[in-house]
């Protein structure tokens, strides 16, 4: 099992450009959620999907969407990259809700210049 | 609403033991803890859910103080492996699938 695997590990973005960064997870997992996390500071949840076809915002959704249209891929996409965005992106997976872990996927470090 | 962790950082030398802390201002359900380390994913270290249960496995446990709207973990004999930012995820009221994380506790074990 490779789990949850996330591309690119790096990437720079100028500001106004577009990204999509890719979540795959072989676990069969329904649940899969992004979250974004600023330097020194906590995870903050930007969207999550509890299946395919399924999709809900997180604390943090401005300046991302996202699609499920299989179990195994969730990929966020950045519209209009802004500086703001400048940050690691861990997706993570989860067989269920509340009383599962979530197995998180390595990150993708983002600069936004 | 951000649970809130303390201390924000701690330094140990190895065999001493430490807490963290993690309050929140609202109703729980379950609280899960992880560990990350530098440039690395979380890693799940325990859930506990209300109702005041205890969990452990090693020289780590936590505790979940339902009145309170607490939990603490409990890092005993630390080694130099359990260096990393410690995060408390809450659930409030089983909520479902949104976990709301902490600002983390930094630890440096050393030797």
């Known amino acids: 099992n490779a789990g949850v695997t996330q591309t690119p590990k790096f990437r720079i973005l100028k500001i106004g450009q577009s990204m999509t960064l890719q979540c795959t997870q072989d676990?069969?997992?329904?649940?899969m959620y992004w979250y974004r996390q600023d330097p020194g500071m906590g995870l903050k949840l930007i969207y999550y999907s509890v299946g395919a076809g399924i999709t809900d915002k997180g604390e943090v959704p401005n300046g991302y969407n996202v699609s499920r249209s299989t179990t195994e891929d969730f990929p966020l996409r950045l519209e209009l990259a802004a500086p703001s965005q400048t940050s690691v992106y861990f997706c993570?997976?989860?067989?269920?809700?509340?009383?599962?872990?979530?197995?998180f996927g390595p990150g993708t470090r983002l600069t936004v210049t | 609403q951000q649970p809130v962790q303390s201390p924000q950082a701690v330094i140990l030398r190895e065999g001493e033991d430490a807490v963290i802390n993690c309050s929140s201002s609202?109703?729980?359900?379950?609280v899960h803890w992880y560990r990350q380390k530098h440039g690395e994913a979380p890693i799940f270290l325990m859930i506990?859910?209300?109702?005041?249960e205890q969990k452990g496995h090693d020289k780590i446990s936590a505790s979940f103080n339902e009145k309170k709207q607490q939990s603490s973990l409990y890092l005993t004999a630390s080694q130099l492996s359990y260096s990393g930012t410690y995060f408390c995820g809450t659930e409030r009221n089983n909520a479902g699938n949104m976990l709301t994380f902490g600002g983390g506790t930094r630890l440096m074990v050393k030797p």
């Open positions: 506990l859910l209300k109702g005041g």
């Open positions: 609202k109703a729980l359900y379950s």
């Open positions: 993570a997976s989860s067989y269920s809700i509340g009383l599962y872990e979530q197995y």
């Open positions: 676990m069969n997992h329904n649940y």
